[in-house]
């Protein structure tokens, strides 16, 4: 415990004062706060604000944590060096970039919707979508830390990164929505829940468009989930799915680097 | 001990001992697995195969036994903002620390300034000083230190090399890993040789002079690989001696004279 508390301490310090977290918060308030204000109300900010923080998020946390870690990497060396054991590193390592991206995070959306008196307003969508988010930060870093821990070569390792994202945020659903194309003569509700449990951006899509009502703007995979559902059970369910999505990666990633050589 | 990387074998079956209270120099060309052994032994390298016992006694797997490990290692890049003071009160904290720590070599290398400025301030030698000061601050029973002199000054080399005698005087266990051979037979009692991640030689400085025939122990290790030649860049490869012939005699720059 001494020894987590130790080093949260100093990385949470240090992260905070990174530039690009410092950015990543400056960034997500900047844009909330031109949705707020020039998108015409909470309302018609929302769904905008969405579809930005299920885009924008995953990208961010991936790249952050795996460029984090590999800065890290002699420093991780040194502190292991020491009697210390490994999974109270990765404990460290894994709570402080989620606490630190998540602190981004929120100030950066909360802060606008504070000074501009929406908070209110938006109350349970507002909420939900600050929920997904927080939890598709602490999926993005579980598989972040996969990354960073299997790929040996940085260069490498953000480019997986990249290619991640790439294919979880934007090409998945294009390949879900040619296979609903290809394949419309069958009932699909079923293999297509199924191919939006696998990909953590569609279940936290299908959180914020339940919280939102607007399952029509957030591509087919939303939209057969919001069907399906409907209610609160849809989100409980996708909540579960995320933290499957956040604990899954994260395990792997703590057996890669209790074996990992330095 | 036994560790691939890939299909890589670096250490094949290394079996050593390394006796309390001596200094032993572990040996070898660039790649014979010095740094892996090292990095198995204080857990930082997970082997294939083998163990490591500390007086008798297998190490645990959560790596309580590096409390009486110090450890130096090669030329580590430290966190650029941090100064070497809040590096020491962190790794003071994460040993949970109390006692009095051992700073004679911040006192030897007239750190105490230094020790204020962030890492990225400090010049690669000043950084190695620091390195060295932490490896001995907390006074352990055995002492890992990978190539300690690289990039130190005259000066400060020679105060660590004092730093390693009276540690040996205090029966400490020392283990050094350094291409300078000649420092090393003034410094090492014992010589261990690694060769392609095997153990080419072990045993007494005095047994590998008396075996080999030879007065130094530069001259030994030649000898062990094989007449010279190969050894890093002490003697010249056959092909290279002809860049000092006598048309480039009047080209600038750098020469090199056999």
């Known amino acids: 415990m001494n020894t987590v508390r130790t080093l949260l301490v100093r990385q949470i310090r240090d992260l905070s004062r990174a530039r690009a977290v410092a950015g990543y918060g400056a960034f997500m308030a900047m844009a909330t706060w031109g949705l707020l204000h020039f998108g015409g109300g909470p309302e018609r900010a929302m769904p905008s604000l969405a579809t930005l ?51 981004a995070l929120l100030l950066g959306i909360l802060l606008p919707f504070a000074f501009t008196g929406f908070a209110s307003t938006a109350g349970k969508g507002l909420g939900l979508i600050v929920v997904a988010a927080a939890l598709l930060t602490a999926v993005f870093t579980s598989l972040g830390f996969l990354v960073a821990f299997k790929v040996d070569d940085p260069a490498r390792g953000n480019g997986v990164a990249l290619l991640l994202w790439l294919t979880m945020a934007v090409l998945y659903d294009g390949v879900v929505l040619y296979a609903a194309y290809r394949f419309a003569a069958y009932p699909l509700e079923t293999p297509m829940l199924v191919l939006m449990g696998l990909n953590p951006v569609d279940v936290a899509r299908v959180v914020v468009v339940m919280a939102l009502d607007a399952s029509a703007m957030m591509g087919y995979t939303g939209a057969v989930f919001q069907e399906f559902f409907g209610g609160a059970s849809g989100v409980v369910i996708a909540l579960a799915c995320l933290t499957l999505w956040v604990a899954l990666p994260g395990v792997a990633a703590l057996r890669t680097f209790v074996r990992k050589d330095f | 001990m036994t560790k691939a990387f890939g299909s890589v074998v670096v250490l094949d079956n290394v079996s050593l001992d390394f006796e309390a209270g001596r200094v032993t120099a572990l040996l070898g060309p660039n790649g014979a697995g010095k740094t892996t052994l090292l990095k198995g032994v204080l857990g930082l390298v997970r082997p294939d195969g083998g163990s490591v016992l500390i ?51 911040i006192d030897a290398f ?25 490896a001995f601050r907390y006074a352990t029973p055995i002492m890992i230190l990978d190539e300690p002199t690289a990039g130190l000054d005259p000066v400060a080399s020679l105060a660590l090399k004092d730093k390693v005698r009276r540690c040996r005087d205090e029966g400490r266990t020392q283990v050094i890993t350094s291409h300078k051979l000649g420092e090393l037979q003034a410094l090492a009692d014992d010589i261990v040789f690694l060769h392609e991640g095997r153990v080419q030689f072990t045993g007494s400085l005095e047994a590998l002079l008396e075996e080999t025939n030879r007065s130094t122990l530069e001259e030994a290790i030649a000898e062990l690989m094989g007449g010279g030649g190969r050894w890093g860049s002490l003697t010249p490869a056959e092909g290279r001696t002809r860049h000092g012939d006598s048309d480039d005699r009047t080209a600038p720059g750098l020469r090199v004279i056999p």
Do not use: C, W
């Open chain 2, 55 to 105: 007086d008798q006694t297998a190490i645990d797997a959560v790596g309580r036994y590096r409390e009486s490990v110090g450890f130096m290692p090669q030329l580590p890049r430290f966190p650029s903002h941090m100064t070497g003071h809040e590096l020491a009160a962190m790794l003071d904290s994460l040993r949970g620390f109390q006692g009095r720590a051992d700073d004679e070599l």
């Open chain 1, 53 to 103: 923080v299920v885009l924008v998020v995953p990208l961010v946390t991936i790249l952050i944590t795996t460029t984090y870690l590999y800065h890290s990497g002699d420093f991780i060396e040194l502190i292991l060096s020491h009697p210390v054991g490994r999974r109270p590193v990765f404990l460290s390592l894994y709570v402080g970039l989620v606490t630190t991206l998540v602190g």
């Open chain 2, 110 to 134: 007239d750190l105490r300034d230094d020790l204020d400025k962030p890492f990225r301030t400090l010049s690669g030698g000043t950084r190695q000083k620091v390195n060295a000061a932490l």
